[in-house]
């Protein structure tokens, strides 16, 4: 069973490898990937040590993005790898930890729900702090536990209180879940026969109390300056909204992985039957939902801005995630074990396979019904679009009407007769909000690259999402139109301008790209006669492709 067990979990971190990775490079950055970005654009490091920013950008992903700005040029890749490498360890790292906990098996099964997490593979992608959080959230609990078994065991110690200091740093709402490993230890003290006081004098314990100190100083360095400095930063941005019964629901969707309900209340069934061997063979996984209680009841209290969507509630408890899976991996194991035993001898033979074909229904079952399989589709330069994981229930996803509504120009469509992902395509306006960049319907439906065009220099001085022609930017998924060097060195075909449309938005008549219609006039003066037009967008030759 160990060694079969071994070639699963080899097999599964090859696919969570290949998911994680593929078309990586080709991403455009989207949505919240660029406050980041922007504070490198108008921020030296001292300020952004001092704000946490209303549009939180992570100060230590600022400060590395400076950095690499100054260093090498700041491209998609450079500030991904971070969350890369962090989602590649976790896929690792999670299953080989609790095997010997739990056994091999529940490990393999662990690895192939993690390599297939929908979730996992977004945020592993993406240039947001999550991917690392989650890593750095559950070293702190096993690096804790490991000190409480052992409290001489320095190391141990010093892996919590680094692990947790940097994982609130990157996202202060960590903070309750890497706290709760102290408060796991320290509450059966409360109980203990002999009273607190003699308790609290053991050596033991006192050393426990000396790391919280650590941790609590090397934290508060990090946190508070940029608190006390910009209140107001953190302050706008709570007492807004609150997550309700119907965000958690959709928060198990997401965690799961699927859209279906039926799929959702088996696993929901198999983590239920898994849940118990979990709590006790893990004494992270207890502590863990101690954080995760503390957690939701910090949100409950602060009410962040937008915390009644889904995908916020479970970004913000994304620890449940792991834990969730490696409940359905127990329990589907410890029911097909149960059912083998129950079995009569003399049917063995024909038994053999039960325990294999229970393992693989969650898997098959939530393969089947993944939004990975739209992500994945050649050449797709936008699986991060929020179109895909906002909500993935369809009927509750508001993107899909909302971007139903933008208006679509049958050009897109007679690109499809093009050699598949031959054709380039610069589009512009950019939005970096993904709610108004409709790319991909445009990828989806003409089989072809489309990449941002960045007006910025050619008939706008600045604009928000996109980059100024310096060294300093070297984004390989986006052209500046302005540089007739960018065109040829990205290999562009096409030049498109969507024109102005009406939309609604909250209820409310809108005019979308109204902003920057004037440019539309610059782009014939430089590029000459379109090559297409209709009440929805013009298209242009590129110079060098006439």
């Avoid at 959709?250 to 061997?277: D, F, K, R």
């Avoid at 049917?347 to 969650?362: K, N, R």
């Avoid at 007739?484 to 938005?505: F, G, M, N, S, T």
């Amino acid at each position: 069973m160990r060694r079969a067990s071994a070639w699963v979990l080899v097999v599964a971190v090859a696919l969570g490898t290949w998911l994680r990775l593929q078309q990586l490079g080709a991403q455009v950055l989207i949505d919240d990937e660029w406050h980041a970005v922007h504070q490198v654009m108008h921020h030296f490091p001292r300020a952004m040590l001092l704000d946490f920013g209303f549009a939180d950008y992570s100060i230590p992903l600022g400060l590395l993005y400076w950095l690499e700005a100054q260093w090498l040029g700041l491209s998609e890749l450079a500030m991904r790898w971070p969350m890369v490498a962090c989602g590649l360890v976790t896929l690792v790292l999670f299953p080989l930890y609790v095997a010997r906990r739990l056994s091999w098996p529940v490990a393999a099964l662990f690895a192939v729900l993690l390599a297939l997490s929908p979730l996992l593979v977004i945020y592993s992608r993406m240039a947001r702090p999550y991917a690392v959080t989650l890593l750095l959230g559950w070293i702190a609990h096993a690096a804790f536990h490991r000190f409480l078994a052992a409290p001489r065991r320095v190391g141990a110690g010093a892996a919590y209180a680094g692990s947790a200091a940097l994982a609130t740093w990157l996202h202060p709402i960590v903070g309750p879940f890497v706290l709760a490993p102290f408060l796991y230890a320290v509450a059966p003290l409360w109980r203990a026969e002999g009273g607190v006081r003699a308790r609290l004098r053991s050596r033991a314990l006192l050393r426990v109390i000396v790391l919280g100190l650590c941790t609590a100083a090397l934290t508060g360095a990090l946190v508070l300056p940029p608190l006390l400095a910009n209140t107001h930063s953190m302050a706008a941005k709570s007492g807004i909204d609150s997550p309700t019964v119907a965000t958690i629901v959709g928060a198990a969707y997401l965690w799961m992985g699927t859209g279906s309900t039926p799929v959702l209340l088996a696993c929901v069934a198999l983590a239920i039957a898994g849940a118990m061997p979990v709590w006790r063979a893990l004494p992270e996984a207890r502590s863990g939902v101690l954080g995760l209680a503390l957690t939701l009841t910090a949100l409950l209290v602060t009410r962040p801005m937008f915390s009644y969507n889904p995908i916020a509630l479970a970004r913000y408890l994304l620890p449940a995630l792991p834990l969730v899976l490696l409940a359905v991996a127990t329990g589907t194991l410890r029911l097909g074990m149960a059912l083998r035993q129950r079995t009569h001898a003399r049917a063995a033979a024909a038994t053999a396979a039960l325990v294999p074909v229970l393992a693989a229904f969650p898997v098959l079952a939530l393969a089947a019904t993944s939004p990975l399989a739209p992500m994945l589709r050649r050449p797709n330069t936008e699986s991060l679009h929020f179109v895909y994981h906002f909500d993935f229930r369809p009927d509750h996803n508001p993107y899909l009407p909302y971007m139903a509504r933008i208006p679509l120009s049958p050009f897109w469509a007679s690109l499809a007769h093009e050699r598949h992902g031959s054709v380039r395509v610069a589009a512009a306006p950019f939005h970096f909000e993904s709610f108004n960049w409709d790319a991909p319907r445009w990828e989806a439906l003409s089989g072809q690259v489309v990449l941002p065009g960045f007006i910025t220099g050619l008939c706008v001085d600045e604009r928000p999402g996109e980059t100024p022609l310096t060294p300093a930017f070297r984004l390989r998924n986006a052209v500046h139109l302005a540089s007739a060097e960018e065109l040829r060195r990205r290999h562009i075909d096409y030049i498109v301008w969507q024109k102005p449309y009406d939309q609604v938005a909250d209820g409310q008549p809108a005019r979308v790209n109204d902003d920057v219609a004037a440019c539309e006039q610059t782009l014939r003066e430089r590029f000459g006669t379109p090559v297409y037009e209709d009440a929805t967008l013009v298209a242009f030759r590129p110079p060098a492709r006439r």
